[in-house]
């Protein structure tokens, strides 16, 4: 009964929990929730109904990088995400703006979980991990700090990179066919 009742609870925590929906894609044989990055730039052009849209990518579980600060070093699992997500999921702040959180490709939004286990008590906005990705290491800036996402939450991220960051690597975006995001 339980696991029941953590389904009907799921992202009810959140402000406006009502307005919120996962788009899923499929037919009568399969559904699944991974769609095109670009579809929530075109659900918000295309559609006056959608007060608002964004992405996640949450990166497989084989794509653990490895993140260090000062002594510290761990391997973590990242999301990325638009620089509007925090619009769309009205999540606590610790630190930061949610407006600008996700703006400048090397930043990067932690939960209080993360903060805890990398910068203990001390403020961490401002402060910066080193990441090792893709054989290289790069320099994030926390931009801010959010609540840990309850156990029943869409979003399980921790650690959270704006969309931007990959492309500022220069990786590029394949269009519609890449099927990788969930869009909200």
Known sequence: CSSYLD??????????????????????EALTAVTSRLLAPALREELPEVADATNLFKLPESFNFFFRHGNKGFEERLSLADTNFFSVFPVPFREGDR??????PASVVITDGIRKKYFGEEDAVGKTLSVTAFGKEYTMRVSA????????????????FPNSWLQSLGLKDYGWQNQSVQTF
């Open 145 to 160: 700090v959010v609540d840990d996402f309850p156990h029943n939450s869409t979003i399980q991220s921790q650690i959270i």
């Open 7 to 28: 389904e009907l609870s799921y992202d009810r925590s959140l402000k406006n929990a009502e307005k919120i929906y996962m788009v899923l894609r499929g037919d009568k």
């Open 99 to 104: 407006a600008t959180a996700l703006i400048d």
